[in-house]
């Protein structure tokens, strides 16, 4: 498995999640990392990522309350999710993008080849 996402569950409006996806060492230290999110009956929107350089990107709906980051330490990425809102209950997804440019991370899902199994997020009111 080259990708392997957790974290997922049921929370509250207001509280806070942490996803991860631990990677393999090849993609984690030369591939974009981004978390998508898929909710019933919508299409796969982008959430966030993070370029093997380091920076990061975020839907502007998740700006100032999502952030991504890279634990080398564990090939681990993380999403961390505050101040959650019943519209950001979905299925979570990792994704790795194969980008050769370590400053960037792009945001269309065709973009990555590799996938982890999605973790579900439920947020109520």
């Known amino acids: 498995v080259q990708l392997q996402a957790s974290g997922g569950g049921s929370v509250q409006a207001g509280d806070s999640l942490v996803l991860s996806c631990a990677a393999s060492e090849r993609i984690y230290r030369t591939y974009a990392m981004g978390w998508f999110r898929q909710a019933p009956g919508k299409e796969r929107e982008f959430v966030a990522a993070v370029s093997w350089g380091g920076n990061t990107f975020y839907a502007l709906s998740v700006k100032d309350r999502f952030a991504i980051s890279r634990d080398d330490a564990k090939n681990t990425v993380t999403l961390q999710m505050n101040s959650l809102k019943p519209d950001d209950t979905a299925v979570y997804y990792c994704?790795?993008?194969?980008?050769?440019?370590?400053?960037?991370?792009?945001?269309?899902?065709?973009?990555?080849?590799?996938w982890g199994q999605g973790t579900l997020v439920t947020v109520s009111s």
């Open positions: 994704a790795a993008d194969p980008v050769a440019v370590p400053i960037v991370a792009r945001r269309n899902p065709a973009e990555y080849d590799h």
